[in-house]
């Protein structure tokens, strides 16, 4: 459990404004977590969503100095990016100087500045350096407020407590026995429940037995009884939630889902805080805490001695005031400015690494020649190499949009009892796709599936079954031993035969589509399939945003993407986030399909987009891990779409061989690069026992939105989001507000879950991925009672313990646009404007007509 500091000068009107309704403070608690999707469609989250209307420079001071959650990397790492070349010092001096010449500094500039020159580069003072004095009169104090739990070190045990229960009541059918009493909410369930549990004493069941029935009453009467001061509510709920901040962000996930923002929390905190109280009833109230000698205020004031070039005695002659001011000033440059600098440096020679590798493009420089293929790709930034190779081998064409090509619907697949929303988390969809098949090839499918699907539920029945379960081993172990030792002994034979053999299985038959309007679902209202206006509207909405409205190719491949694993519970985090945490195909297939409708044309045609008769649109689907294009639907071919076909399919296999060995060169190998990286590839995407796969995100770094000739040819090292976009088609800045709110929120979502995941990997991240349990069918567990975890695997973000892949860095979001397009977009998009004035991504932008590179700077240089 983490500490909350609490200033001790709160005036008697700053109290009374903390005397709000318990609601309110919970909502406001509430925003120091991020809602945590299941893991079957894990969806990039990012961690401070709610705290975005403060600098990220401020959030990251507050979470560090009160709950010892750093937002920045190590100053080691500064320094070996500062080795290989990331860092180049002519940024970090610039921006020190500009963050001197906007701080008030509380002693005179060249004192200031070389105390601060000195704290850039250590992390310790000289062995003696730390004064033998008293620091009582010479160092504030400030007051701390700790959870009752941490300060009876019963932390474990309340988390261990949590756990279960939120295992328990938010189980997705995997327990043999539901918990009872589930649908009276998870406080009640509890509070019926725990006065049985055998995990607690006698006393503690007893106490829980004369507990309030209602959960808002029960939440108070802890806080009473825990002697949590009024002013004190708010830091103390946020102590607790973020105390397991996978489990709570699971709550406000399920809480936003049944359309109740904090009902779930409610009741989770009201279970936490009353076992809280149950443990620790017998100590309560508690005395306060001796103040102890504060050794990192020792090495404040030693800072100043050693390196501001002040003595002891001249320190002892400043005024109570001016000492406070020195050692606050210190104190924050330690732990935050400095760094901030640092990774202000690392972010500004990264741009301008990009900055070079970019070429700004007149209009008049553009490439007459036709393609004869034109390629939609999402923008996830493992597109980049494949698509430059792919542009290499032809005359072909490629287009970056959101993996759902725009269309905000949800999907059921065939005989499919749920749907998916397969679009953004930010985006609610607005229609139902469904899939049906004859019933003369639906029925022979089913009859094969149902049945592979009758021996996995029989096997995990007997396997749970009291008895059944002591002959399962007799039964079963010869069979499994032999599947265990084929797919540890050889992984790429058995792999394969175990994935084609269960692609075979399910393998469907020839399905349609349920693109006109059906009425509408039962259990969620949404109309199934599109009106004929709506569905040229969403074709032509796409064209626009990326900019193809006009030299179509005789063949558009709509690709989507998944990636292919073994034994991996996180596959869905390295299928398409804008799909939510789902392949991509079944959008490709919608968009490819609406494109060719006759009538969908025609009404584009009214409105100056004319498609010709000979382009034919096809889906496809981008294998991410393996770089290949597996056909999802090919219609009947136009002459010309056929020979384009053949030669795109021709050049394929050479693009995917290269774009290979750009991506097995980065992943850790024994030895030097494989002779053939395709097959490596492919063993790595059926080899059970690999936990890198693929990099997926790693590395993202930028979001381009422009017209591809800005980057054709570049090598962009799969670090950029690229969303394509001509400001000449978008007169009133609408399409380019649509992908800020859009793809490029999604982007930076993507990007700081990376970025969390690697700077803060205990707090924000999932540990090793040898080590997780799947619990309940919802996400990953270190062993049987920690946090649920929130974010990615150490092995997505690192190559070894010691050693990083992703470069932790904030988003820079690059626009070709007219400065005139940026600032309508800042003066019309309040959130995005707060985004980049607060820091939380970086924007600049290349005027498309002299190629000039602007930055849009933050309202402080620091942030």
């Known amino acids: 459990m983490s500490k909350t500091v609490v200033s001790a000068g709160r005036t008697s009107a700053e109290r009374k404004k903390d005397v709000r309704p318990l609601?309110?403070?919970?909502?406001?608690?509430?925003?120091?977590?991020?809602?945590?999707?299941?893991?079957?469609?894990?969806?990039?989250?990012?961690?401070?969503?709610?705290?975005?209307?403060?600098?990220?420079?401020?959030?990251?001071?507050?979470?560090?100095?009160?709950?010892?959650?750093?937002?920045?990397?190590?100053?080691?790492?500064?320094?070996a990016a500062l080795a290989k070349g990331d860092i180049d010092l002519a940024f970090v001096e610039r921006r020190l100087q500009r963050w001197l010449d906007a701080t008030a500094l509380p002693a005179?500039?060249?004192?200031?500045?070389?105390?601060?020159?000195?704290?850039?580069?250590?992390?310790?003072?000289?062995?003696?350096?730390?004064?033998?004095?008293?620091?009582?009169?010479?160092?504030?104090?400030?007051?701390?407020?700790?959870?009752?739990?941490?300060?009876?070190?019963?932390?474990?045990?309340l988390d261990q407590q949590t756990a279960k229960w939120c295992k328990l009541f938010y189980d997705r059918g995997e327990a043999v026995w539901a918990l009872p009493h589930r649908e009276q909410g998870f406080y009640a369930a509890w509070r019926r429940l725990a006065p049985e549990d055998p995990s607690l004493s006698k006393d503690e069941r007893k106490r829980i037995c004369e507990w309030p029935?209602?959960?808002?009453?029960?939440?108070?009467?802890?806080?009473?009884?825990?002697?949590?001061?009024?002013?004190d509510v708010q830091a103390y709920l946020e102590a607790h939630l973020l105390a397991l901040p996978g489990w709570a962000g699971m709550v406000l996930w399920q809480s936003r889902?049944?359309?109740?923002?904090?009902?779930?929390?409610?009741?989770?905190?009201?279970?936490?805080?009353?076992?809280?109280?149950?443990?620790?009833?017998?100590?309560?109230?508690?005395?306060?805490?001796?103040?102890?000698?504060?050794?990192?205020?020792?090495?404040?004031?030693?800072?100043?001695?050693?390196?501001?070039?002040?003595?002891?005695?001249?320190?002892?002659?400043?005024?109570?005031?001016?000492?406070?001011?020195?050692?606050?000033?210190v104190d924050r440059f330690?732990?935050?400015?400095?760094?901030?600098?640092?990774?202000?440096?690392?972010?500004?020679?990264?741009?301008?690494?990009?900055?070079?590798a970019i070429r700004p493009v007149r209009p008049d420089d553009a490439s007459q020649e036709q393609a004869a293929a034109q390629l939609l790709f999402c923008i996830d930034v493992r597109s980049e190499p494949f698509r430059r190779q792919i542009e290499a081998a032809g005359p072909f064409e490629t287009y970056g949009c959101a993996g759902f090509f725009g269309l905000p619907i949800q999907t059921r697949v065939l005989d499919g009892h749920d749907a998916h929303p397969s679009c953004p988390a930010i985006v609610a969809p607005q229609h139902e796709i469904k899939e049906t098949a004859a019933p003369e090839v639906a029925e022979p499918y089913r009859?094969?599936?149902?049945?592979?699907?009758?021996?996995?539920?029989?096997?995990?029945?007997?396997?749970?079954?009291?008895?059944?379960?002591?002959?399962?081993?007799e039964m079963s172990g010869p069979w499994l031993g032999l599947h265990t030792l084929a797919r540890s002994a050889a992984p790429a034979w058995a792999g394969s035969a175990v994935h084609e053999a269960s692609a075979a299985a399910e393998q469907k038959p020839k399905t349609t589509l349920s693109l006109d309007c059906q009425g509408h679902d039962e259990t969620t209202g949404l109309p199934i399939g599109l009106t004929k206006e709506e569905q040229a509207q969403y074709v032509k909405q796409l064209l626009v945003n990326i900019g193809l409205t006009s030299s179509f190719a005789p063949l558009v491949v709509v690709c989507g993407h998944e990636s292919e694993t073994a034994n991996n519970p996180y596959a869905s985090a390295l299928d398409c986030g804008a799909c939510g945490g789902a392949a991509g195909a079944f959008n490709a297939r919608v968009f490819a399909a609406l494109a060719n409708l006759p009538h969908v044309r025609a009404q584009l045609e009214k409105e100056g987009i004319v498609i010709p008769d000979e382009t034919v649109f096809i889906a496809a689907e981008h294998i991410t891990t393996v770089d290949e294009l597996q056909w999802v639907e090919v219609p009947p071919l136009s002459g010309a779409?056929?020979?384009?076909?053949?030669?795109?399919?021709?050049?394929?296999?050479?693009?995917?061989?290269?774009?290979?060995?750009?991506?097995?060169?980065?992943?850790?190998?024994?030895?030097r690069l494989p002779r053939d990286p395709v097959a490596e590839a492919r063993r790595r995407a059926v080899d059970w026992s690999e936990i890198r796969p693929e990099w997926g995100l790693a590395g993202n770094a930028a979001f381009l939105i422009g017209r591809r000739a800005l980057t054709k040819g570049a090598h962009l090292d799969g670090r950029v989001f690229l969303h394509s976009y001509d400001w000449r088609e978008d007169p009133s800045g609408e399409a380019l507000a649509g992908i800020i709110a859009g793809p490029a929120t999604v982007g930076q979502w993507i990007n700081l879950q990376y970025y969390a995941s690697t700077?803060?990997?205990?707090?924000?991240?999932?540990?090793?991925?040898?080590?997780?349990?799947?619990?309940?069918?919802?996400?990953?567990?270190?062993?049987?009672?920690?946090?649920?975890?929130?974010?990615?695997?150490?092995?997505?973000?690192?190559?070894?313990?010691?050693?990083?892949?992703?470069?932790?860095l904030r988003l820079l979001v690059i626009i070709e646009a007219p400065s005139s397009s940026i600032e309508r977009l800042l003066d019309t998009d309040e959130a995005f404007r707060r985004k980049v004035q607060n820091g939380w991504l970086r924007l600049a932008s290349i005027d498309p007509d002299s190629g000039e590179w602007l930055n849009w700077e933050a309202t402080h240089p620091c942030i």
């Open 23 to 79: 609601t309110s403070l919970i909502s406001e608690a509430a925003k120091v977590i991020a809602p945590l999707w299941p893991i079957s469609a894990f969806i990039a989250r990012h961690p401070w969503m709610g705290l975005e209307e403060e600098p990220f420079v401020h959030v990251a001071d507050r979470l560090q100095e009160m709950h010892g959650i750093d937002l920045y990397p190590p100053m080691a790492v500064f320094h």
């Open 108 to 157: 005179p500039r060249h004192e200031a500045e070389r105390l601060c020159r000195a704290l850039l580069w250590n992390d310790a003072l000289p062995d003696g350096a730390l004064p033998d004095v008293e620091l009582e009169s010479l160092v504030p104090r400030r007051r701390c407020v700790f959870p009752v739990s941490a300060r009876l070190q019963l932390t474990q045990r």
């Open 213 to 231: 029935e209602r959960a808002e009453e029960a939440l108070q009467q802890a806080l009473n009884k825990l002697g949590v001061r009024t002013e």
């Open 257 to 329: 889902r049944s359309g109740d923002e904090i009902g779930g929390l409610l009741d989770y905190l009201a279970v936490r805080l009353s076992l809280e109280w149950v443990f620790a009833a017998l100590h309560v109230p508690l005395e306060e805490e001796e103040k102890k000698e504060d050794r990192a205020a020792a090495f404040l004031l030693a800072a100043w001695i050693q390196w501001g070039g002040m003595t002891l005695d001249e320190w002892q002659r400043l005024p109570l005031s001016d000492r406070q001011a020195r050692l606050m000033f």
């Open 334 to 356: 330690w732990r935050i400015d400095r760094r901030h600098l640092w990774l202000g440096a690392w972010e500004d020679t990264y741009e301008a690494k990009l900055k070079e």
């Open 447 to 473: 009859r094969r599936r149902d049945l592979v699907r009758f021996v996995g539920r029989t096997f995990k029945k007997v396997k749970q079954h009291l008895l059944a379960s002591l002959l399962l081993p």
């Open 641 to 671: 779409a056929a020979q384009a076909f053949e030669r795109l399919q021709q050049a394929l296999r050479e693009a995917g061989r290269r774009a290979n060995e750009e991506r097995m060169a980065k992943l850790p190998h024994v030895g």
């Open 759 to 808: 700077v803060a990997p205990h707090y924000y991240g999932s540990g090793d991925k040898t080590t997780q349990t799947v619990t309940g069918g919802i996400g990953v567990m270190q062993g049987n009672g920690s946090d649920l975890l929130a974010g990615l695997p150490w092995q997505s973000v690192a190559v070894s313990d010691g050693e990083w892949f992703h470069a932790p």
